[in-house]
T-cell receptor, first 110, second 118 residues
Framework: QKEVEQDPGPLSVPEGAIVSLNCTYS??????FMWYRQYSRKGPELLMY????GNKEDGRFTAQVDKSSKYISLFIRDSQPSDSATYLC??????????FGTGTRLLVSP | EADIYQTPRYLVIGTGKKITLECSQT?????MYWYQQDPGMELHLIHY???????EKGDLSSESTVSRIRTEHFPLTLESARPSHTSQYLC?????????????????FGSGTQLSVL
């Protein structure tokens, strides 16, 4: 079983929709949670970073961590075609290297 | 925008050839990483370095080797390429210092090298 599970998609939504991207994990020692965005033929770029449980908001993006359920989410409000990319969750305990999800491909149509 | 560069962007090469994938960063970061990414799969760490003259193997076994003679440069070499080496190779760096635990480590990635071995 993988430590981090992520639905590969693709997830197709119309412009303006609220998007919810999710990851589940099995290691209860994970404390640091990140979301990377990867455009086609590019490397991942850090989008959001959270520590432990709770929410963090940055513009149209909100990252949410529920450690009791071992579940993290990334919400995108008012989605734009420029948000079309693959979104990878990543996490670690603080004592190991990052563990990545497989990524969810998001397609936002005009 | 992160200043980390990978060359070449695309490489198609025959079996048995020796290849070197280049990675350079201008941010003065001590830590550098090589990841392998296949379609629909998670990123796998194959090599990393804490600084000059430091190289470590990652979680995924790889037949490649790396060197770190200069802070800004972290090349990856395959002595004899095989079709099983076909993949995307991503280089990354981090501003975190030291060899200890990596807590809130944030990685900056290059655009990757797509390698195809025929």
């Amino acid at each position: 079983q993988k430590e981090v599970e992520q639905d590969p998609g693709p997830l197709s939504v119309p412009e303006g929709a609220i998007v919810s991207l999710n990851c589940t994990y099995s290691n209860s020692a994970f404390q640091y949670f990140m979301w990377y965005r990867q455009y086609s033929r590019k490397g991942p770029e850090l989008l959001m970073y959270t520590y432990s449980s709770g929410n963090k908001e940055d513009g149209r993006f909100t990252a949410q961590v529920d450690k009791s359920s071992k579940y993290i989410s990334l919400f995108i409000r008012d989605s734009q075609p420029s948000d079309s990319a693959t979104y990878l969750c990543a996490m670690n305990t603080g004592f190991q290297k990052l563990v990545f999800g497989t990524g969810t491909r998001l397609l936002v149509s005009p | 925008e992160a200043d980390i560069y990978q060359t070449p962007r695309y490489l198609v090469i025959g079996t048995g050839k020796k290849i070197t994938l280049e990675c350079s960063q201008t941010m003065g970061h001590d830590k550098m990483y090589w990841y392998q990414q296949d379609p629909g799969m998670e990123l796998h760490l194959i090599h990393y370095s804490y600084g000059v003259n430091s190289t470590e193997k990652g979680d995924l076994s790889s037949e490649s080797t790396v060197s770190r003679i200069r802070t800004e440069h972290f090349p990856l070499t395959l002595e004899s390429a095989r079709p099983s080496h076909t993949s995307q190779y991503l280089c990354a760096s981090s501003a975190m210092r030291g060899t200890g635990p990596s807590t809130n480590e944030k990685l900056f990635f290059g655009s990757g090298t797509q390698l195809s071995v025929l």
